[in-house]
């Protein structure tokens, strides 16, 4: 039994209304309700003219809530965010060295199908822990360059744009999948954009959104890769860039369910004042946890660095000292029991650390949660913790 000096916290009155908080599939937005897909075009082809108009319309407000430059074209591919990434390493990568920054498991994963699965030849992989950032300044913008602007499972993100060279010959390649929507991502000072509905707006899975800007779309009708392209990742029809993808002629069969879902979570951001005011939100769910931080001693971000915390997956580790005394294993579960006892409270679901992430909490504070459900949160997390410590 830990000897705790102050009062113990008391069990929270209080629930979450809505206690989803998972980074991915994040929550549905507020009010939401299976009544929204009542207009989706089932039954039919998606070829057909009611079904390719709901998908041009996905697209359309893409472009209206990004707000997405007018010559930059939009397309919406299989296989979530990985493979609209996947999609863009394999189509456009080869004609020059690439620059590739890993912080996390995802961008890991890319450093893995760069070097392992196209066997690129000129790679700088540029790493860091868990936690930090690599030296943004060393990257070189005279190569393409493939990152995450947000860290989704290690809560840490590029700062700005500012390390961004607007004359680069090189294309930037982004996967933005838990960035956009919540952060200011310059999508003018990217050439390829990637993100899922599922991880920005409550969407659910299995589709993903590919941005080109002008620069891509030239590199794809001057670039022939030097191995076979699988059907699911063919951009070019001929040799030219096939842009009956970006108006909605997708690549094989997408669920309008799905679709139908999607344009109601961009309708519900355009409704209460577009990209800036989901934005907003986003900071003001942030900000509760960050005082919570702030004035908490057993808790602190996993970004070493506040400038790069994440305002949208954020990541916690536990820094009491009779915590850190345990063995790794040790503090991994105490964290995993901690979520499991938030769990089984109907208080939070779906808050433990990333499975390849240090032991911790991730909490997602995107556009779609309410301020009021993480502050009702965080008096359950105080609760949660005490009543581990005490079993110690």
Known sequence: MNDISAAPA???????????????????????????????????????????????????????????????????????????????????????????LAWESFGAGWVTDIVKQLKLGDVRTLCA???????LGTVDWSRDVVFAWNGT?????????????????????????????????PLEKLDVITFSWQKALGGEAAHGVIILSPMAIERLEN???????????????????????????????????????????????ISIGGLKA??????????????????????????????TASNSSVCLSIVDHTVLALDGAGQAAFAKRLAGRLAAEHAAYDIGAYRDAPPGLRIWCGATIEAGDVTALVGWLDWAFEAGLNEL
């Open 278 to 307: 989901m934005q907003g939100r986003s900071e003001a769910n942030f900000t509760v946890l960050k005082d919570w931080v702030s004035r908490t001693a057993w808790v602190g971000f996993l970004a070493r660095d506040p400038a």
């Open 129 to 135: 822990d868990y936690g930090a950032l690599p030296d």
């Open 10 to 100: 008391a069990r929270p009155d209080i629930r979450p209304a809505n206690p989803n908080f998972s980074s991915g599939p994040c929550s549905k937005r507020p009010g939401w309700s299976p009544e929204v897909l009542r207009n989706a075009v089932l039954g039919r082809s998606h070829r057909a003219n009611p079904a390719k108009q709901r998908i041009e319309h996905a697209i359309g407000l893409t472009r209206r809530l990004l707000e997405v430059p007018d010559d930059y074209a939009i397309a919406i591919v299989p296989g979530s965010d990985t493979g609209a990434m996947e999609m863009a390493l394999w189509s456009l990568l080869g004609p020059r060295g690439v620059d590739v």
């Open 223 to 269: 670039h022939t890769p030097a191995w076979p392209m699988p059907k699911l990742f063919r951009l070019t029809k001929g040799g030219r860039f096939n842009r009956s993808i970006f108006e909605g002629a997708t690549i094989n069969t997408p669920s309008m369910l799905v679709i139908e879902d999607a344009i109601d979570a961009m309708e519900w951001g």
């Open 153 to 185: 499972t290690s809560g840490v993100r590029v700062p700005d744009g500012d390390w961004i060279d607007e004359n680069r010959s090189g294309l930037a390649i982004c996967d933005a999948t838990s960035a956009v929507f919540s952060q200011d991502v």
